[in-house]
């Protein structure tokens, strides 16, 4: 990962489930053109956290020995706009382990409502690569600082 839009992880259960969050601020660049005077997190800034929330609770499941691709979102929905100063709380679950990769579902909340949900599809990279560029040696001691893992 070269960028990350979430700020810690709370919880890592291996083949089941993550939490992560995110504090959204004014201070992020993209907030200044999306919209000028009412600023909201692009929807597509929302699936990005849920797909690496998702993306490392999948990561993990092969023990992050695998390039973890994110092949499909299905079912994406955003019921409510999140805005400057909104923490944002982003769950995952692992429903399906196959041979060929991973199916998830993720969801988004903001003080406990609903803000975002989606169906995530990733697929492995094995034996294509020599070595892992999904999951770095500085990402994983991130991770590992964090006491997830």
């Given at each position: 990962?070269?960028?990350?839009?979430?700020?810690?992880?709370?919880v890592l259960e291996k083949n089941k489930y993550a939490?992560?969050?995110?504090?959204?601020?004014?201070?992020?660049?993209?907030?200044?053109?999306?919209?000028?005077?009412?600023?909201?997190?692009?929807?597509?800034?929302?699936?990005?956290?849920?797909?690496?929330?998702?993306?490392?609770?999948?990561?993990?499941?092969?023990?992050?020995?695998?390039?973890?691709?994110?092949?499909?979102?299905?079912?994406?929905?955003?019921?409510?706009?999140?805005?400057?100063?909104?923490?944002?709380?982003?769950?995952?679950?692992?429903?399906?382990?196959?041979?060929?990769?991973?199916?998830?579902?993720?969801?988004?909340?903001?003080?406990?409502?609903?803000?975002?949900?989606?169906?995530?599809?990733?697929?492995?990279?094995?034996?294509?690569?020599?070595?892992?560029f999904v999951f770095t040696e500085n990402f994983m001691?991130?991770?590992?600082?964090?006491?997830?893992?």
């Amino acid at each position: 990962m070269r960028w990350f839009h979430v700020d810690r992880f709370e919880v890592l259960e291996k083949n089941k489930y993550a939490r992560a969050v995110k504090c959204v601020s004014l201070g992020e660049d993209h907030l200044h053109d999306h919209f000028p005077g009412y600023p909201i997190v692009p929807s597509a800034l929302n699936i990005e956290s849920m797909a690496q929330t998702a993306g490392v609770l999948a990561g993990y499941t092969y023990d992050f020995k695998k390039n973890v691709i994110l092949a499909k979102v299905e079912k994406a929905e955003f019921p409510v706009m999140v805005r400057p100063g909104d923490k944002m709380v982003i769950e995952a679950w692992l429903d399906e382990i196959k041979p060929e990769g991973c199916w998830t579902h993720s969801k988004i909340s903001v003080d406990g409502r609903e803000v975002g949900s989606a169906n995530i599809i990733f697929v492995h990279l094995e034996d294509v690569l020599p070595e892992s560029f999904v999951f770095t040696e500085n990402f994983m001691d991130l991770l590992e600082s964090s006491g997830v893992i």
